[in-house]
């Protein structure tokens, strides 16, 4: 079979794809891979791809700019060429924007299964699982999701436990001998090399560059570990700045390299240290062991390294992971939170060594694979007990059967081991919830047997009070967007809202007896 997937987002999120490629590939089918022009040179590493189709977005977009029928005649050109070259038997779109859509029902031939995003013949959404609107949802949710991104996008393809690694395949010889061509000048690193990639999608996400600083004469002065500086031509400004305070050798390369000598530079650094970057799905990728920092909306729970054994640290702080589009009403001290000391106690744990005496402000996790199948993390600051890491794993218990259409598996016990505060509010949010979707099961009945505009009425303001139920608590958020979500798809096809009903009945059925 030959199965299309689709991912036109960032450089991190097509890295992150690698596990749903090398799952249809343990399945024996042939994988064609859709990705923006600009990354296609990284899809180079991918491992299992046998066609390659890079989408000429930009293009596309100054085409519309000029002329639209010239950017019609592009698209229909693309479209020609992909199915002419791989006719999928499966599309497979990772990508929810409309455009992404509309260009997954597009390579979708008549009588081929479209899974993950897509349109009907009509243009309304039509996402495939539960796991898709999950997908959807959990990306303006933030500390909602208790799975990795990579899991998420595994099951929104459709598989179960296959390709649950990211395995990249590794630099070809030529990019490694470019890559020691730019780490010639500072081959006076007697132990090797660390990367460091000081920048992020947004400042307050950036650890601060005096930090690096701190961290780097760190890695030189006791462990003769030479510091290189990793990034785009973007974030020159943080090099200089860096250079200008620190009074260790280095190897700048921001700017300096493509995507694919930047895997080359990494597969010879002992370690990389980073913020919640493409660069560091790319090292976790290629075995480069990660320390990563977790800032704002950052969160290690979803998009942290899919791999075992790499460490995540974030502020130990009420406030993170903060929401997006919100104002810091704290002058972003989570920036501060996590010390350079801090990173370098755990860092050592990469490097071989212990686990350090616990610093405060700080978080640690260190990931590794479930039970499940799923990525998982570990504490290794005593944060395992805490409130937030408890409704976590009791999410991920709860929600997997519920997306995948199994069975519950009973109490988890972890309800007992929550404060007071935080079990009493779970409690009273999730026994109200679960009786108003009781009481929209029975409107609904009476509305399919007797439509009056009078039963009509109440079953909205059921429905209505059910989403403010559950917006109104932080901690459940996510699971009203989503019933909002998936109820509005359903439109007016009554049965399936009821059968829907049913299902959210169930889940709340089963959370609210871990309070009982």
Not at 157 to 175: I, K, M
Not at 270 to 297: E, R, S, W
């Amino acid at each position: 079979m030959n199965v299309l997937i689709i991912n036109l987002t960032r450089f991190g999120d097509l890295i992150q794809t690698q596990p749903v490629i090398s799952g249809y590939k343990s399945l024996g089918h042939r994988v064609g891979l859709v990705c923006l022009e600009n990354f296609a040179s990284a899809a180079t590493l991918m491992r299992g791809v046998d066609a390659l189709f890079p989408f000429p977005g930009s293009g596309l977009l100054s085409g519309l700019d000029r002329d639209w029928r010239l950017a019609v005649r592009d698209a229909v050109t693309f479209k020609a060429s992909v199915l002419e070259a791989f006719p999928p038997d499966r599309t497979v779109n990772l990508t929810p924007s409309v455009a992404c859509r509309l260009l997954a029902f597009d390579l979708t031939p008549v009588g081929g299964e479209a899974v993950g995003f897509s349109m009907d013949e009509l243009g309304f959404n039509a996402d495939t699982s539960a796991w898709a609107a999950f997908l959807q949802m959990a990306g303006g949710n933030r500390g909602a999701s208790p799975f990795n991104i990579c899991d998420i996008f595994r099951r929104t393809a459709g598989l179960g436990n296959e390709g649950n690694s990211l395995e990249l395949a590794p630099p070809a010889g030529d990019v490694l001998e470019r890559a020691d061509e730019l780490l010639g000048p500072g081959k006076i690193g007697e132990a090797g090399f660390v990367a460091l990639q000081m920048g992020a999608s947004e400042d307050r996400r950036r650890w601060p560059v005096e930090h690096f600083v701190r961290l780097a004469q760190a890695c030189w002065e006791r462990d003769h570990l030479l510091p290189v500086l990793l990034g785009t031509s973007n974030e020159g400004e943080l090099g200089h700045r860096f250079l200008a305070d620190a009074d260790c050798p280095c190897v700048n390369l921001i700017g300096e390299t493509s995507l694919t000598e930047l895997a080359g530079v990494l597969t010879r650094c002992k370690a990389l240290i980073t913020n919640d970057t493409g660069t560091m799905h790319l090292a976790a990728g290629l075995g480069v062991p990660v320390c990563a920092v977790f800032l704002a909306t950052a969160q290690p729970w979803d998009t942290g390294p899919y791999r075992e054994g790499n460490i995540c640290l974030e502020p130990d702080m009420d406030c993170h992971p903060c929401s997006f589009g919100r104002e810091c009403g704290f002058e972003n001290a989570c920036r501060r939170s996590v010390t350079p000391q801090a990173l370098y106690g755990y860092l050592q744990v990469l490097l071989g060594g212990e686990v350090p005496a616990r610093f405060e402000g700080v978080r640690v996790w260190r990931t590794l694979t479930g039970e499940d199948g799923f990525m998982n993390l570990e504490s290794l600051s005593g944060h395992d007990i805490s409130d937030r890491a408890l409704w976590i794993a009791m999410q991920r218990a709860h929600y997997l059967p519920f997306f995948d259409g199994g069975a519950y598996g009973g109490k988890t016990g972890l309800a007992g081991k929550m404060s007071r505060q935080m079990a009493e509010n779970l409690s009273k949010t999730l026994t109200s919830a679960h009786d108003m979707l009781f009481l929209l099961s029975r409107q609904g009945m009476l509305l399919k047997h007797n439509p009056r505009p009078q039963a009509k009425s109440k079953y909205l303001a059921s429905w209505q009070r059910l989403q403010n139920i559950l917006t109104a608590n932080g901690s459940l958020n996510i699971l009203g967007s989503l019933w909002m979500f998936e109820s509005q798809q359903r439109g007016g096809d009554l049965d399936s809202l009821l059968e829907m009903t049913t299902r959210y009945l169930e889940l709340f059925s089963s959370l609210k007896d871990e309070f009982v």
